[in-house]
């Protein structure tokens, strides 16, 4: 487990800081809303796609075609660009590849664990899990912030790709041939899956945290844009702040969320994000500066590591024959769809935006605005999961 998710993350953050830094120096801010829609749009299809296999397919055969198949796909790219300076749609199907990696693999990995440990397991150990997972964030962002400039950013595509062979190789020597597998269940289809209370209030919070997330990256995105430096001072600042976050939720998740479930229950730990996107969210819409940009950040990444491990803990309230389908739909499918839908609202007010004449320096505030009324819709759905969710949302005992 804590090879798939480290490998994956590490991956995830050197692609994600390329990908975007580039579209973003050749297209402006705007060109990451092209990014991220097609990205989403593939995930989600990818997800779909993969969902029905995931009780089918023996873990770690599906982790190791996963893993080798996207490192062949990096080389391929990077192979077809050595020659000279890539192209946008060449970063384009980096992104693409990036988000397909980082979910699947991620996907696959965590329902194997949630078939595997049972439910007072994964509340000790999916918080120290998930926090184990962004050392890999921390090591690739980190990495991809001190080579800008420097000539071995061009070196930081190949090594993902070799990263992601390596894990495919090493795999097979960490793992017993044969792990347990929830016995195979009839393909849930989403109406039985919005039967559910706990399942259907969670997935829209799930829904609603990607459409605020998405508003409040590209205001992020917008506000560091207008700082001087180019290109080189853009990939580092937003390299730093890509892994100043995942630290703090690292922290978050290796010391704190296990305790918190425990002690205050899923309940009021799942209300983190909403509250901490709101707050981020007026403050980037009050003062739209990197002081702004930098708490905001602070926030959302601590709230996501207490936020991370409750929602996968929650799943386990689900019934077995709906938990793998739940699993894909809650934080797999409908996530990609909010971030669909926040870029699809993104474009739409962008191209309001050059029809009026507003300024780039004031995009980054009338985009955290639009975000606050989401913010709140998330914390009605909060109130409906918290009443759905009865006793398992707050502390019976103290243990």
């Known amino acids: 487990m804590a090879l798939l998710l480290v490998v994956s993350a590490a991956v995830q953050g050197i692609a994600d800081v390329l990908s975007t830094v580039a579209l973003v120096t050749s297209a402006g801010y705007r060109g990451v809303i092209a990014l991220w829609a097609v990205d989403a749009a593939i995930a989600l299809t990818g997800i779909t796609l993969l969902a029905p296999w995931l009780q089918r397919i023996r873990p770690r055969r599906l982790a190791m075609a996963l893993l080798a198949g996207f490192g062949a796909a990096l080389a391929l790219i990077w192979a077809a660009t050595r020659g000279g300076q890539a192209a946008p749609g060449w970063w384009m199907a980096v992104g693409i590849?990036?988000?397909?990696?980082?979910?699947?693999?991620?996907?696959?990995?965590?329902t194997l664990a949630r078939d595997t440990f049972a439910e007072n397991q994964a509340i000790r150990l999916f918080g120290p899990l998930n926090g184990l997972a962004y050392v890999?964030?921390?090591?690739?962002?980190?990495?991809?912030?001190?080579?800008?400039?420097?000539?071995e950013t061009a070196w930081l595509l190949p090594a993902c790709a070799g990263m992601l062979g390596a894990a495919a190789l090493i795999l097979p020597w960490l793992s017993h041939p044969v792990l347990h597998v929830a016995?195979?269940?009839?393909?849930q289809s989403v109406a039985n899956l919005w039967r559910h209370p706990v399942v259907r209030w969670l997935g829209m919070l799930e829904l609603g945290n990607g459409v605020t997330w998405t508003v409040m990256s590209l205001a992020v995105v917008a506000v560091l844009q207008l700082e001087p430096g180019g290109s080189?001072?853009?990939?580092?600042?937003?390299?730093?702040?890509?892994?100043f976050g995942p630290l703090l939720q690292s922290l978050m998740q290796i010391s704190l969320a296990g305790p918190l479930l425990r002690r205050?229950?899923?309940?009021?730990?799942?209300?983190?994000?909403?509250?901490?996107l709101l707050l981020?969210?007026?403050?980037?819409?009050?003062?739209?500066?990197?002081?702004?940009?930098?708490?905001?950040?602070?926030?959302?990444?601590?709230?996501?590591?207490?936020e991370g491990a409750a929602s996968q803990a929650t799943l386990m309230k689900a019934p077995e024959s709906l938990?793998?389908?739940?699993g894909a739909w809650v934080t797999g499918q409908l996530p990609q769809l909010g971030y669909l839908i926040g870029c699809a609202g993104l474009a739409l007010g962008e191209g309001a935006a050059v029809v009026l004449a507003i300024p780039a320096a004031d995009s980054g505030r009338w985009m955290a605005a639009a975000g606050v009324a989401t913010a709140l819709a998330g914390m009605g759905v909060w109130r409906r999961l918290y009443v759905a969710l009865g006793p398992a949302a707050v502390t019976q005992t103290r243990t």
Request: charged fraction near 5%; avoid cysteine; aromatic fraction near 8%.
């Open 323 to 326: 938990r793998a389908a739940a």
């Open 232 to 243: 080189d001072a853009l990939q580092r600042s937003y390299g730093e702040l890509k892994f």
């Open 97 to 110: 590849v990036n988000t397909l990696q980082s979910n699947l693999v991620v996907l696959a990995a965590w």
């Open 264 to 276: 205050i229950g899923y309940g009021r730990v799942l209300l983190s994000t909403p509250v901490a």
């Open 136 to 151: 890999g964030t921390l090591v690739g962002t980190g990495w991809a912030a001190l080579a800008a400039g420097s000539s």
């Open 183 to 187: 016995p195979s269940q009839p393909q």
């Open 280 to 306: 981020g969210l007026l403050g980037l819409a009050l003062y739209p500066g990197l002081l702004a940009v930098w708490l905001a950040t602070a926030l959302l990444q601590v709230a996501y590591g207490a």
